[in-house]
């Protein structure tokens, strides 16, 4: 993937991100990081077309992401937030049955061969046809990213997936995320699991009060060259 920020500020009462310019090409998996409210979510929404920021270029591939380009930009890509967002009124199968039918126009019978394809592939089917209420947090989880990636998006976003879970279901979803790597899929992932990220990440963002303080490949980690990181690092051990 290639991601291009060019002073890119965004404010809600105060400034949260603050002039961020940033050049990543050529990598598969992004890890951000950095301390609680030092805008990572938000960054993640900016890049992914969910909000906007009020100064400075975004583009992640081709696209420049703005208010023209989001409706087919947004087709092209998968998100997953910290909390699953799947509809609750319906069960498992039916939440990817519903994108497939709705956004991809497929067939109902090709759209059910593929929500099988993919539940089995994250170890939900058993659970298919239960409604998220009635499954573990893991388990919605790895529905969600099933149901992300249901479009084939090229290019996945997770917004820590993991936080609203304990340690076992983590684990779980952390091994379904390992999966996307196998499956050839880009990603950028916001997280505090920085024992998962050194595996998963070919390039780290450190982010510190919605400034890129450090970026690069996995040697930044081993040795940072700020002072930020480094104590951030320390805390995280
Ligand atoms: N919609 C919003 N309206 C107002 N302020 C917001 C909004 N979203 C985030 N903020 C503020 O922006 C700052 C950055 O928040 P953000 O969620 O991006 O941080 P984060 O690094 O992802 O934090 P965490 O790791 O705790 O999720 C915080 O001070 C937060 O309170």
Same mark, same amino acid.
Request: aromatic share 6%; hydrophobic share 40%.
């Given at each position: 993937?290639?991601?291009?920020?060019?002073?890119?500020?965004?404010?809600?009462?105060?400034?949260?991100?603050?002039?961020?310019?940033?050049?990543?090409?050529?990598?598969?998996?992004?890890?951000?990081?950095?301390?609680?409210?030092?805008?990572?979510?938000?960054?993640?929404?900016?890049?992914?077309?969910?909000?906007?920021?009020?100064?400075?270029?975004?583009?992640?591939?081709?696209?420049?992401?703005?208010?023209?380009?989001?409706?087919?930009?947004?087709?092209?890509?998968?998100?997953?937030?910290?909390?699953?967002?799947?509809?609750?009124?319906?069960?498992?199968?039916?939440?990817?049955?519903?994108?497939?039918?709705?956004?991809?126009? +497929?067939?109902?019978?090709?759209? /059910? =061969? &593929?929500?099988? @394809?993919?539940?089995?592939? !994250?170890?939900?089917? %058993?659970?298919?046809?239960?409604?998220?209420?009635?499954?573990?947090?893991?388990?919605?989880?790895?529905?969600?990213?099933?149901?992300?990636?249901?479009?084939?998006?090229?290019?996945?976003?997770?917004?820590?997936?993991?936080?609203?879970?304990?340690?076992?279901?983590?684990?779980? +979803?952390?091994?379904?995320?390992? /999966? =996307? &790597?196998?499956? @050839?899929?880009?990603?950028? !992932?916001?997280?505090? %699991?920085?024992?998962?990220?050194?595996?998963?990440?070919?390039?780290?963002?450190?982010?510190?009060?919605?400034?890129?303080?450090?970026?690069?490949?996995?040697?930044?980690?081993?040795?940072?060259?700020?002072?930020?990181?480094?104590?951030?690092?320390?805390?995280?051990?």
């Amino acid at each position: 993937m290639r991601i291009e920020l060019q002073q890119v500020t965004k404010k809600y009462d105060t400034c949260v991100l603050k002039n961020l310019n940033l050049l990543i090409e050529d990598k598969k998996a992004v890890g951000i990081m950095g301390a609680s409210g030092c805008g990572k979510s938000t960054l993640l929404r900016q890049l992914a077309g969910i909000e906007f920021p009020e100064e400075g270029t975004i583009k992640v591939n081709d696209t420049v992401v703005n208010r023209e380009t989001v409706q087919a930009y947004q087709r092209e890509i998968g998100v997953v937030f910290q909390k699953h967002s799947l509809f609750p009124h319906l069960t498992l199968r039916k939440n990817i049955l519903l994108i497939l039918e709705t956004i991809k126009r +497929v067939s109902p019978d090709a759209a /059910e =061969l &593929k929500a099988s @394809g993919l539940l089995d592939q !994250f170890h939900l089917t %058993e659970q298919a046809d239960k409604l998220p209420r009635h499954v573990s947090g893991g388990q919605a989880q790895r529905a969600s990213i099933a149901r992300a990636l249901c479009t084939e998006p090229e290019l996945l976003f997770l917004d820590e997936p993991t936080a609203a879970l304990d340690p076992i279901l983590t684990g779980e +979803v952390l091994e379904a995320i390992t /999966e =996307l &790597k196998h499956l @050839g899929k880009d990603c950028i !992932f916001v997280t505090h %699991e920085i024992d998962f990220l050194k595996k998963f990440a070919d390039y780290f963002v450190f982010m510190d009060e919605g400034e890129i303080v450090e970026h690069g490949p996995a040697g930044l980690l081993e040795s940072p060259e700020t002072k930020k990181l480094a104590a951030f690092l320390r805390r995280e051990e």
